[in-house]
């Protein structure tokens, strides 16, 4: 089975983001870079499928040439192949956009996809739009935030969380299905796998070699403003004898904060 | 001139860092307090290939440049400077100096398995009464038929009570009167080899450190590493490398320091205000930073001279010396930042300023490379 495997770099969520008023972005100076963690999962999940059932594992991922070192990264985890889609556009925040570049690219070069591993969302812009979007786009079925995947043959079978229960899904394949955290445990890369990745080329996919036009892929969204988020207030102390103190906690949680 | 690392370069960086920050930073605490040997960390390490980077994959080993090798040990050491000294002792003098040394057949018996950390390796020069003074061993070691035999006391000896085999350095008269060095792969079960006394040390707790007793311990004859009288050789090269290595976990335990002196200037509020608002801690920052990116830059200047095979012995002993400095004083900084609660075994600055103290110690004191140093440059001139 041909995998696919669709993967994002986002700052480190340990960095501290700096907002660069003027153009509305983030500043990417000083920023670490990782693979999107839930991105992992799907790479590791996509690794263990091939090792259980043969089959070749194909990395991709929207961005510039510094998104190489994620793509090297997978191929060092044990990915067969990875290929830069290049986009020259600063982040842009719309999943559909990005969404029609991956779907155009399944289509016109990779047709032969089995399965389409997805991260649940990526941690940063978290809009988990883009796998339904891609699977709607190509008119496949989708199972969204997965902890078990099992495949046999042309079928599938997904749990996913939902609230306070576990869906279990079939579907057949091909089909797309996006990582939540639980569905594994990703293995760190071995030196090994770090200089068998050094040998391998990524090739770059420009919008001109997948008939892409500028209008194709115009973004339908419009960033206004980026602010980060208000300093927390401090909390408020309540110094009171036990019993009137609870009795303004309640008060409190109903009129002021209104939460009960 | 090129300051950036290459893409596997970060692509290994980052992932040590990942594995030591997920694996073994939540574990450090209760080893060094225990004194326990980090052993499942070694075999995880073997496993990724960390402890094959100084053996080519002709003898299963992982080797990578020597700028890589300092990489891993610098994000090892920030997680735990005593799993570096165990990781570097291994890498840059053990499987090293078989390496570099060994014969054909030692290399097939000893590599394949130091490259998965199947087997440990330990480095034994120094004597209860020679240390940098390497020419006076007491060890005496005799060929007696097919065998040598060692005796003598090594004190010192990192990873002395865990390791499988170790590199033991014994003295021996080549002629009446002229004492040369001879070089040994003492495996750890050779007749008359004790490994007695773990050193109680202010410091690395969990790298045990031993004395070696030897008494008539017999090593088969083509153990000798090297060829007869010329241990000195192997020693001072091998060390001239370990030094760098030494140098990076020093850069790799001051960038952590770095690390718990803002965040607890950040968050520590004196007189209505962040400490980190007053000018004498932004100060100590600021010259915490510089020194640990001068000693960066001079532990990778010496280990890219490795690279480029050229020599290196000179700007690894002033690697050395700067960021072994370096990281005691950017520790002493940092553990001031925290006041009082630097003082309590609760933080861990309080364990990083012990471990600092080893680093212009062992391999070599400050001084030695001093001596090193000026003699480079009193002999140019």
């Given at each position: 089975m041909n995998i696919f495997v669709l993967v994002k770099r986002i700052p480190d969520t340990e960095s501290k983001i700096r907002i660069n008023h003027e153009t509305g972005t983030i500043v990417e100076e000083g920023l670490t870079f990782v693979l999107n963690p839930y991105d992992e999962y799907a790479v590791e999940e996509a690794l263990r499928l091939r090792e259980a059932g043969g089959g070749?594992?194909?990395v991709l991922s929207v961005g510039t040439e510094e998104s190489r070192i994620i793509l090297k990264k997978c191929l060092a985890m044990g990915?067969?192949?990875?290929?830069?889609?290049?986009d020259n556009a600063p982040e842009t925040y719309d999943g559909l956009r990005l969404a029609k570049i991956i779907a155009r690219a399944l289509e016109k070069k990779f047709s032969d996809y089995g399965l389409l591993l997805f991260g649940k969302q990526s941690m940063g812009t978290d809009n988990a739009q883009v796998p339904s979007m891609v699977a709607e786009l190509l008119g496949l079925p989708q199972v969204n935030v997965v902890t078990k995947l099992e495949i046999e043959g042309t079928k599938g079978t997904a749990h996913r969380e939902i609230e306070g229960a576990l869906e279990k899904v079939s579907f057949s394949l091909p089909a797309v299905i996006s990582a939540q955290k639980g569905l594994n445990e990703p293995r760190y890369e071995t030196l090994k796998g770090i200089m068998t990745a050094k040998k391998k080329e990524i090739p770059i996919l420009s919008f001109e070699d997948l008939d892409l036009k500028e209008e194709d892929i115009a973004p339908l969204l419009e960033v206004a403003k980026i602010e980060s988020p208000p300093p927390r207030q401090a909390g408020k102390i309540i110094e009171e004898e036990p019993e009137k103190a609870a009795r303004k906690m309640v008060e409190f949680l109903h009129n002021e904060a209104k939460v009960i | 001139m090129n300051f950036e690392l290459t893409e596997d370069q970060k692509l290994l960086k980052a992932m040590v860092r990942d594995f030591a920050?997920?694996?073994i930073e939540p574990n450090v605490k209760i080893l060094e307090d225990t004194h326990e040997f980090p052993?499942?960390?070694?075999?995880?390490?073997?496993k990724l290939g960390i402890l094959g980077m100084t053996i080519p994959s002709e003898y299963g080993g992982t080797k990578t440049d020597y700028i890589s090798l300092i990489l891993a040990l610098e994000e090892i050491a920030r997680a735990s400077p005593s799993l570096a000294v165990i990781v570097s002792v291994h890498c840059s003098l053990f499987c090293y100096s078989i390496m570099k040394f060994g014969n054909k057949a030692q290399k097939k018996k000893y590599l394949p398995k130091a490259a998965k950390g199947e087997m440990l390796g330990a480095f034994s020069l120094t004597e209860p009464g020679a240390g940098s003074d390497a020419k006076n061993l007491k060890t005496k070691s005799i060929r007696e038929g097919n065998f040598y035999i060692l005796n003598g006391t090594k004190s010192w000896v990192s990873t002395g009570s865990e390791a499988d085999a170790s590199i033991i350095f014994a003295s021996t008269e080549i002629k009446p009167g002229v004492k040369k060095l001879n070089a040994f792969i003492v495996e750890k079960n050779f007749p008359g080899l004790l490994a007695s006394k773990i050193e109680e040390k202010m410091g690395l707790h969990s790298s045990l450190t031993a004395e070696y007793v030897l008494e008539d311990c017999q090593v088969p004859a083509e153990n000798l590493l090297g060829e007869e009288g010329k241990g000195a050789a192997v020693a001072f090269h091998c060390l001239d490398g370990s030094r760098i290595g030494i140098a990076a976990q020093a850069v790799g335990l001051a960038d952590?320091?770095?690390?718990?002196?803002?965040?607890?200037?950040?968050?520590?509020?004196?007189f209505g205000r962040k400490i980190s608002e007053f000018q004498?801690?932004?100060?100590?920052i600021a010259d915490m930073s510089t020194q640990r990116d001068a000693a960066r830059l001079l532990t990778y200047k010496a280990a890219d001279l490795i690279d480029k095979g050229k020599p290196y012995a000179k700007e690894s002993s002033m690697a050395k010396l700067f960021a072994s400095e370096a990281a005691n004083k950017i520790a002493y900084q940092a553990l001031q930042i925290h006041g009082g609660y630097g003082y309590s075994k609760e933080f861990l600055i309080e364990q990083l300023y012990r471990d600092a103290r080893a680093f212009s110690i062992y391999e070599g004191t400050s001084e030695i490379q001093r001596l090193v140093i000026s003699r480079y440059l009193l002999e140019e001139c």
């Open positions: 070749k594992v194909t990915a067969d192949e990875a290929f830069l889609l290049k | 920050q997920k694996e052993r499942e960390f070694l075999d995880k390490l073997g952590k320091a770095i690390e718990e002196g803002v965040k607890y200037a950040q968050q520590r509020e004196a004498a801690i932004q100060f100590m």
